[in-house]
C-alpha cells in the first residue's frame, strides 16, 4: 500500500524534460548497466523487453500492462524478449518539488525519488496515451522547449501514483505460481528441482527459498505432498479396489515399497489401512453437500454454508468461498493449513480453484452435479465418509415423509398437472426434477405439465435436464392444471404479479383461469440437498390442498 502523503506528493511540483522520444529497438543508453542521472518512464509499444534490476530479484518482462520508472542512480539494463523485438517509449527528466517559501522567493529541491518505482502494472492505457502525446512534442521541443508537455507529464506521473502497483512481486509470484501448476500436473513424472527452477529462471537455491515464503513448502515437500494427496484420493475412491502397486505408480512412486514407507509417514496408517477408513476431519467447499454431511451425522470442520436456516453452533466454521467458477476465490491458504484437513470435499464447479490452491494440504473431492441425482450425491459422499447406514436411514426418512404428504393430497390433487416457473435475474425458468421441482415431480410423484413432461421423458430421472429459459409470451406453451412461482427479491415478485394481471396469455393459462397457483419463496424452494427437500415436502403437505381449492394466490 502507497504511504498516504503520496497522493500529495507530486503537489507545486516543477518539471525539466530531458528527452523523449520513441524507438524500434532498445535504445543505448536504456540497454546499458551505467547509472541514470535523470529519472526515465519507459514503456512498450510492441513486444517485450527484459529488464534486471539491481536489487537481486530475476529479471522481469516490461511489455504492455506495465511501465518501467527508473530514478537517478539506477542502471537501466533493457534488452528485447523474443523474435518480434521491441518498441519502447519513454520521457527523461528531473523533478523539483517545493521545500521551503520566503516572501514571494520559492525553494526548490531536486528529487532521487518516488513512492512508486521499479516495473509498475498498470491498468488501462492512459500512460502510453500520454507517454506517446509526449514523445511526439520531441521535435518541437528542440526548437521552442517543453513547456507545452509540463502538464501531459505531470498527469502521467500522478496517474501511475494513484493507480500503479509494484510488479516485481506480481512477476515472481507468477513464476512460483507457473512451478506449482508444473508440479500439480506432472506430479507422475520424475521432476526435477533444478528443473523446475530453471523453468522459473531463478537460481535454485533461491527458488527453493522463494516458494517456500509462498507456499510454505519447499518445492521437494510441496510435490511429495501433491503426490501423497492424489494417492490418498484414489484410496478413497475408484482405487480402493486397486493393487497399492498401481496406485503408488500412478503416483510418481515405481518402488511400492518406498511409497508405503513414504505414505505411513505422512497419513499415520498404511495405504490398506487408510482405504479402509473414513476421513475425520472434513472442509467442504459446496454449501449444498454440506447440507449432505450434516442429514449424514458429519460435522465438517469448516464449510461453505447453505443460504437456508441452519442452527448457530451445526458448524465449526462459515468459510468464504466462490459459488461458481467464475466467483474469486477469497479463503487464504493459512486458514486450511490451520484446520488440518483429511479431505476437501467440493462440487465440480470449484475444483480446479479448490486443486490449484489446496491439492498440496489434503487430498480433494469432487462428487458431481449434474450427472448425479441428489439420491446419487449421498450414496457417493457416503461412500466417502463411511456412511452407508446413515445414506439408508435418510432416504428411509425422505420416503416416509413423502408417501405421508402423498396420502394427505392426493385426494386434493387428483391427476392435477404442474408447472414451476422462477423469475431469475436473467429471465424465466421453467424447471424440471431438480431444485424447484424434485419435491413435487420427483418426491411426490406428480404430473409436470405436458411440454416439461416431455422433455424429462428424454433424460434419466433428476439428471441431464434442469430447466429451461422461457419469454414472457412462452408460458401459453407450458399448460397445466396448476402453477407454481418463484421469486427471489420484491422486484420480481411485483414483475410476476405483473405478468399474472396483464399479459394475455398468462391470463389464458389453465392455472391462473382457475386460480390454482402461488407465488412462493425461491430462496426456500431452490436448494438441491437432503435437508432442503424434507422441509420443502413438508410445505407442501397444507400447500397442495390450498392451491388446488384456488386458495393459495399469491401466497
Known amino acids: 500500500m502507497l504511504p498516504r502523503w503520496s497522493k500529495s506528493f507530486l503537489k507545486g511540483a516543477i518539471y525539466e524534460i530531458e528527452e523523449a522520444g520513441s524507438s524500434a529497438s532498445v535504445p543505448d543508453w536504456a540497454g ?55 518498441e519502447l517509449q519513454w520521457i527523461v527528466f528531473d ?38 502525446r509526449l514523445a511526439a512534442q520531441a521535435v518541437q521541443a528542440r526548437e521552442h522547449g517543453w513547456h507545452g508537455a509540463q502538464q501531459l507529464l505531470h498527469d502521467l506521473l500522478a496517474s501511475l501514483i494513484a493507480g500503479a502497483r509494484p510488479a516485481a512481486r506480481d512477476e515472481l509470484l507468477d513464476r512460483l505460481d507457473r512451478a506449482a501448476e508444473t508440479m500439480q500436473a506432472a506430479y507422475r513424472e520424475p521432476l526435477r528441482i533444478e528443473s523446475l527452477a530453471e523453468e522459473a529462471g531463478l537460481h535454485p537455491g533461491y527458488f527453493s527459498q522463494v516458494f517456500k515464503q509462498r507456499w510454505g513448502k519447499t518445492p521437494l515437500a510441496y510435490l ?14 475408484e482405487g480402493r479396489q486397486r493393487p497399492i502397486r498401481e496406485i503408488a505408480a500412478e503416483c510418481g512412486y515405481p518402488d511400492e515399497f518406498y511409497f508405503s514407507r513414504r505414505f505411513k509417514a505422512d497419513a499415520g496408517r498404511s495405504p490398506a489401512r487408510y482405504a479402509a477408513s473414513a476421513p475425520a476431519r472434513i472442509v467442504c467447499l459446496s454449501a449444498p453437500y454440506t447440507d449432505h454431511l450434516l442429514a449424514l451425522g458429519v460435522q465438517p470442520a469448516a464449510a461453505q454454508l447453505p443460504a437456508y436456516a441452519l442452527a448457530p453452533d ?19 491458504r493459512g486458514d486450511f493449513e490451520e484446520l488440518r484437513p483429511e479431505l476437501i470435499l467440493c ?54 415423509l413423502a408417501a405421508r404428504v402423498r396420502s394427505r393430497t392426493e385426494a386434493a390433487v387428483g391427476g392435477a398437472s404442474f408447472t414451476c416457473l422462477a423469475a431469475m435475474r436473467r429471465g424465466l ?17 406428480y404430473a409436470p405439465g405436458g411440454r416439461i413432461a416431455d422433455e424429462l421423458r428424454q433424460h434419466p430421472p433428476g439428471t441431464g435436464f434442469n430447466w ?33 394481471a396483464r399479459n394475455p396469455h398468462w391470463q389464458r393459462h389453465p392455472a391462473i383461469r382457475s386460480g390454482r397457483w402461488a407465488l412462493l419463496d425461491r430462496g426456500f424452494w431452490l436448494p438441491y440437498a437432503p435437508g432442503a427437500l424434507l422441509r420443502q415436502l413438508e410445505e407442501l403437505e397444507p400447500l397442495l390442498p390450498r392451491l388446488m381449492a384456488g386458495q393459495a394466490a399469491p401466497f
Not at 40 to 50: D, K, N, Q, S, Y
Not at 118 to 130: F, P, T
Not at 224 to 237: H, P, Q, S, W
Open 347 to 400: 462440487k465440480p464447479n470449484v475444483e480446479a480453484k479448490a486443486r490449484e490452491q489446496l491439492a498440496d494440504i489434503a487430498p480433494v473431492r469432487s462428487v458431481p452435479w449434474n450427472g448425479l441425482d441428489v439420491y446419487g450425491q449421498m450414496e457417493e459422499i457416503a461412500r466417502l465418509t463411511g456412511r452407508a447406514d446413515e445414506a439408508r436411514r435418510w432416504r428411509e426418512r425422505h420416503d416416509a
Open 314 to 332: 451445526a458448524l465449526a466454521r462459515g468459510l468464504r468461498l466462490p459459488e461458481h467458477a467464475v466467483d474469486p476465490w477469497e479463503a487464504q
Open 32 to 86: 546499458s548497466s551505467d547509472p541514470l542521472s535523470h529519472f526515465a518512464l519507459i514503456a512498450a509499444v510492441r513486444g517485450e523487453a527484459l529488464w534486471q534490476p539491481d536489487d537481486g530479484l530475476p529479471p522481469m518482462r516490461l511489455k504492455g500492462d506495465s511501465a518501467l520508472l527508473l530514478s537517478p542512480g539506477e542502471a537501466p539494463r533493457l534488452e528485447p524478449e523474443g523474435i518480434e523485438g521491441v
Open 468 to 500: 429451461t429459459a422461457i419469454a414472457p409470451d412462452e408460458l401459453r406453451r407450458y399448460e397445466s392444471d396448476a402453477l407454481l412461482l418463484f421469486a427471489g427479491s420484491p422486484q420480481e415478485r411485483e414483475e410476476l404479479l405483473e405478468l399474472v
Open 429 to 445: 425458468r421453467i424447471y424440471g426434477e431438480r431444485n424447484l421441482g424434485h419435491a413435487l415431480y420427483r418426491s411426490l410423484g
Open 95 to 132: 523533478l523539483f518539488l517545493p521545500e521551503s517559501r520566503l516572501g514571494e522567493r520559492r525553494s526548490f529541491v531536486r528529487q532521487t525519488a518516488m513512492p512508486l518505482q521499479g516495473l509498475l502494472r498498470v491498468s488501462g492505457q492512459r500512460h502510453r496515451r500520454l507517454l506517446r
Open 224 to 237: 511429495t505432498a501433491i503426490r501423497l494427496n492424489r494417492a490418498k484420493e484414489l484410496l478413497l475412491g
